[in-house]
């Protein structure tokens, strides 16, 4: 067996020295140039939720006790457990001539308009709005909306913060939302979540032509935050919050709100003329699926079917036939009735637009215009 030289074992071990103390070296500097020191960018809602608690107000009423009840049991999630217990279970000696209730309210403009729920606001005796920094005013109705659900109050206000108007057709399922209201009677109350779904028909409303297009969100919200406001996160308005879905009478993961173009079309006309003004397009329309596709003679499983039409309606006059798939307005896809009455809805009689359809498997675009209501009628 051979032995190894001791001079050559020690030169190689002062290289191995060297060599390792070099590596360390270098690695010391290697953190400091690969990674930079800079703190990630934290996710959150201050812009959105400074913007938007300002111009969210509490609406407070006083309403007669009547029997049976004024409102419908679907919305007493809004009003509290003390009011229902008033009007429907109080002995009728100890039961008081009136009730105060309150909720929310948005103020869209600097001159004290505000627009809630015509839930919250019907057949109230007095209407109180109290601002963010406890302000009050009295404010009247100047018009209602069943058929959406809205109503639009003024109070004598000057240089009020207002918020901006968002786009609830841009807003997608998926983006961060904020609710912001008074729940039981909490003033300012934020909560956030994302848009769950959109175009929802819960049928909640029992109106004639009642129109339901809810957004559908996460955010909690409860009793109080009727009327409040869904602001996407940059604090801009995209919906009015109108109903919770829930077994219990409290959030149970998903509440509804009223796009805020449908909005902005029943606002304007309630401010300019105190009503809305609706047209008809004169059609029996039912959702499509795959079966009825098939029938149609067309890959498309979603729009709607026109399933009749009436006489002498402006979708006669259109050109439009039964058995038409109506895939498209203006532009904008149609998947369901929810979605094509909420967009006819934002439209005034006479006004001319465009209908995509879909007949015998070939897609084609005829312009419209609805017809008054009354023309219909008679």
């Known amino acids: 067996m051979k032995t190894q030289n001791p001079f050559l074992l020690i030169v190689l071990c002062i290289i191995q020295s060297i060599f390792y103390l070099g590596c360390q070296a270098q690695d010391k500097n290697v953190p400091a140039q690969a990674i930079p020191n800079i703190a990630p960018a934290p996710l959150n809602f201050r812009t959105a939720a400074r913007k938007a608690t300002p111009c969210v107000v509490h609406v407070k009423g006083i309403f007669p006790v009547q029997r049976p009840p004024a409102f ?23 039961r008081r001539e009136t009730i105060v209730a309150s909720a929310s309210g948005v103020v869209i403009s600097e001159d004290g308009y505000v627009v809630t729920n015509n839930h919250v606001v019907q057949q109230a005796m007095q209407l109180e709005i109290i601002l963010h920094n406890n302000k009050s005013y009295k404010a009247k109705v100047i018009g209602t909306d069943p058929a959406t659900d809205l109503a639009l109050l003024k109070f004598e206000g000057k240089s009020v913060p207002f918020i901006e108007f968002g786009n609830s057709d841009s807003a997608e399922v998926g983006d961060f939302v904020l609710a912001v209201g008074n729940p039981f009677n909490l003033s300012s109350t934020v ?14 409303l029992n109106e004639y032509a009642a129109i339901e297009s809810y957004i559908q969100t996460d955010a909690a919200v409860n009793r109080g935050n009727s009327g409040g406001a869904l602001v996407d996160i940059n604090g801009k308005l995209i919906g009015i919050n109108s109903a919770i879905a829930t077994p219990t009478g409290s959030y149970a993961g998903y509440s509804f709100a009223i796009p805020v173009e449908m909005v902005k079309k029943v606002i304007g006309d309630l401010k300019k003329d105190g009503k809305v003004n609706r047209g008809v397009l004169g059609i029996v329309i039912s959702d499509n699926d795959n079966e009825r596709s098939i029938k149609l003679g067309t890959a498309v499983s979603t729009g709607v079917v026109v399933d009749s039409v009436a006489l002498n309606s402006a979708a006669s006059k259109a050109g439009v036939l039964r058995g038409d798939l109506i895939i498209g307005i203006d532009g904008q896809v149609i998947d369901n009735v929810s979605q094509l009455r909420e967009r006819l809805s934002r439209k005034r009689p006479g006004e001319k637009f465009n209908i995509t359809l879909v007949r015998n498997g070939k897609e084609r675009t005829v312009v419209a215009s609805l017809l008054p209501i009354q023309e219909m009628k008679n």
């Open 72 to 94: 419908p049991d679907v919305f007493r999630d809004f009003f509290g457990d003390d009011f229902f217990w008033e009007r429907h279970f109080q002995p009728p000696s100890d």
């Open 191 to 204: 909560t956030a979540g994302i848009i769950s779904a959109k175009a929802r028909n819960i049928n909640i």
